[in-house]
């Protein structure tokens, strides 16, 4: 699509605020642009298709996160709308298939697997991840609170807020549940064991998830940062559903069903770490088992308060962050190029550009948010764009040429620099 004329205005009341950044206005005006133009895509519905990149297939998670910057120039009528009809796409793709992860601009059956037999033929990939449900309403509700248009409010958005509900419900107990994820011929972590049916859990509270926002498979099957993240999507839902739509019944649903998921937290996605601490756990299974580590995949433990979960001085957080950026993280790695956390989705000693942003956007001092962006911008290889991933010692040896998650979450973080990210309260 042409770049709005919202967008140019907002791009200039930037790049105003960076008089001395040549090199970053370039960056930050290339991404916008290129997420446009390439990755959105509007619809005759009136409803806009985000590509996630050089992968043509439109995430709930990498769409609304592609496009969150976009808040700080919702004042503008054409981004309001742009924004309006992403959302509108995203209530849509729940509707159809509120267990899939990944959607198709038409009905047409070119995903990326054909897992199940009787899968829709508007779905790319149907991992389920509960982060994806948290993502579609957090950004209904932004929509709502930036711009308190309520077009996007429809009975649409109702239906698919009561399918959400009900299947975050039914996966607190996933062992009634009749989702499971087999994938033949592939590596461990791109399918479910124990027949496709993850390894065990009991009922805690929390909802299960099949995948991590990695697209990975959990180890354990209750992920506690989209646990986290969910709860503040479910109490944007009750919010919405008794203030815009009167819908009380579906607004109680979702209050009791976030204080289910934050009690769960409470009880089983805080452990004692015998150098940190009280830190979150970054999966558990409710049977005494839980994975100390993180994932640069938002959301992760590091991205808590970017989510709405905590404030930035919460000592949970605090100590859960010093934690994550350290060796006792074994995703955490240190190079000559650059230092920062990687993802089992990418090979060992990869770092993800996305987690050197979210640790800029979730610091207490300008110092290490302007040592997070002097990085990302050392580490393009002269590309121009914010790789998937890089090799700690050799920015050049990167993954994915086009991923636009992270170039527009380096948006974000530059907004965040000049006071002017809708991400930081």
Known sequence: MDVPPGVTAWLNEVTDR???????????????????????????????????????????RDSAAQLRPLFAAAHHADVQALLTAVSRRQLEYVVRDPYANAFNSAPNGLGYHRDFADQSPWVWERKYELDSLAWTFDFATRLFRHTR?????????????????DVIECEQEHELSD????RPDVVAHDTLPHNGRGT???????????????????????????????????????????????????????SQLSGELRAGIAAHGIVQHSTHGAVYAYETDGLGRAMLMDDANIPSLLSLPYLGWCSVED?????????????????????????????????????????????????????????????????????QHIHESFDVNDPAQFTRPWFSWADMTYVDLVLASVGMSPSIK
């Open 315 to 383: 000592p949970t957080y605090l100590a859960t962050r010093t934690f994550v950026l350290s060796d006792a993280n074994p995703w955490f790695f240190s190079g000559s190029a650059a230092t920062g956390v990687g993802s089992q989705h990418t090979p060992r000693d990869s770092i993800w550009p996305l987690a050197i942003a979210m640790q800029g956007l979730t610091t207490t001092t300008s110092v290490e948010r302007d040592a997070a962006l002097n990085m990302l911008e050392a580490t393009t290889a002269g590309t």
């Open 18 to 60: 960076l008089p001395d950044s040549p090199n970053r206005v370039a960056l930050l005006t290339a991404a916008v642009h290129r997420t446009l133009r390439d990755a959105v895509e509007l619809l005759p519905d009136g409803t806009a298709f985000v590509r996630t990149g050089d992968i043509p297939a439109m995430w709930l």
């Open 179 to 182: 989702y499971a994820f087999q």
């Open 200 to 254: 065990p859990t009991v009922r805690t509270g929390m909802s299960w998830s099949g995948f991590r926002p990695s697209d990975d498979a959990c180890a354990y099957g209750y992920h506690i940062p989209s646990n986290c993240f969910t709860a503040v999507a479910l109490d944007g839902i009750a919010e919405i559903a008794g203030a815009v739509l009167g819908d009380q019944s579906l607004s109680h649903r979702a």
């Open 149 to 165: 248009s309520t077009e996007h409010l429809n009975e649409t958005w109702r239906a698919a807020a009561t399918l959400a509900i």
